[in-house]
């Protein structure tokens, strides 16, 4: 079967990496076509051997994308259109339309509480545009149970959504100690600090701001924020302002996530508006602790799934009591949580979904 997946970027992020591990374990025959941006994402997977086409849109608005993609997708001839983001759903969907695929599919990452990929839900045109083109493909599937409540929320028929989580390629997210001395050195890190990490878009909602205000009262932690994003020169001055700049180490865009996992000691991930909380999970199957304020795919387990994990408030001070709580466990230890959400099962669900959807047709 062949499947052809638009989204709207490859930089480094959330739903990219998850489409990267997912075409690894896939069985069709996939290729990806990235709106804009073709980023590390779109790096590695030219280097997993996925054919990747970077449509080089100049804008939300750039309409002259949607006949380049529709043509694309013609020529292709692909059993299945999958599309991912906010922006790739819009002209993905349409596209295969007028190309002619009747099988399309979409997997919704990012309607969070209030916010859709960054975008205000109450903008003018949002939600409206987003039902029109909802209405042009068989199924959205929903990454966690929240996201197909919301979805429903907006107006999607239940009978339209699936569920079918996130998952960790558990094997690449393994801890690796030579990896740890090689991003610690990288990053001028000693190898014996205690270093606590973020690891996100750095964005309103991500609140990495309560990680470092954090920090004041952990004067012997390091932290490490790993992304980039339009708050970056303001979380610099945050912390010169408070003191701890000296102990902050801003990364920019990671591709060695993994890696980066290896080297910090615990990941704090203090953002209030998770659809699934993939950062947190990959933690959990590099085996460290977690603080966080909200995390989805932990929701509906119980707690002994994750006994590494603990919820604070979107606060400092609820962080800094957290990780004063938190367990010590000899060496690193994988708990349940990770493995119930190993991407090989995500994987084959979406190759079952393809296979249902294409055969109904």
Known sequence: MRVLHVITGLAAGGAETQLRHILRHSATESEVVTLTNAGVVAEALRA?????????????????????L?????????????????????????????????????????LAATTIEGRAQDRPGVRGLYLAAERLGRVTVAVSDHVAARLAEWGVAPARI?????????????????????V???????????????????????RVDVAIRALAALPRAVLVVAGDGPLRTELAELADRIGVRGRVVFTGEVADVPGLLS????????????????????A??????????????????????????????????????????????????????????????????????????????
């Open 70 to 110: 529709a043509g694309l997708i013609r020529r292709g001839r692909y059993d299945v259109v999958h599309t991912h983001l906010y922006r790739a759903m819009l002209y993905g969907r349409l596209a295969a339309r007028l190309a002619g695929t009747r099988t399309v599919v979409a997997t919704e990452h990012s």
């Open 184 to 206: 610690r050195a990288r990053l001028g890190l000693a190898p014996e600090s205690f270093v606590l990490g973020t690891i996100g878009r750095l964005a309103e909602t991500k």
């Open 162 to 182: 699936r569920v079918i989580p996130n998952g960790v390629d558990l094997p690449t997210f393994a801890f690796d100690a030579q990896a740890r001395d090689r």
């Open 48 to 68: 997993d051997g996925i054919g990747v086409t970077d449509l080089g849109m100049r804008g939300n608005r750039d309409l002259a994308a949607l006949p380049r």
């Open 284 to 361: 959990l199957a590099a085996g460290l602790p977690v603080v966080y304020a909200s995390c989805p795919a932990l929701d509906d387990l119980p707690s002994s799934a994750a006994p590494l994990a603990r919820r604070a408030d979107c606060t400092p001070e609820a962080f800094t009591a957290e990780l004063g709580a938190l367990p010590r466990a000899p060496g690193r230890v994988v708990p349940e949580a990770a493995r119930h959400y190993d991407v090989a099962g995500t994987a084959a669900a979406l190759d079952a979904l393809y296979a249902e959807l294409a055969g109904s047709r």
């Open 263 to 282: 080297a910090v000691d615990v990941l704090l991930s203090p953002s209030t508006e998770e659809t699934f909380g993939l950062a947190v999970v990959e």
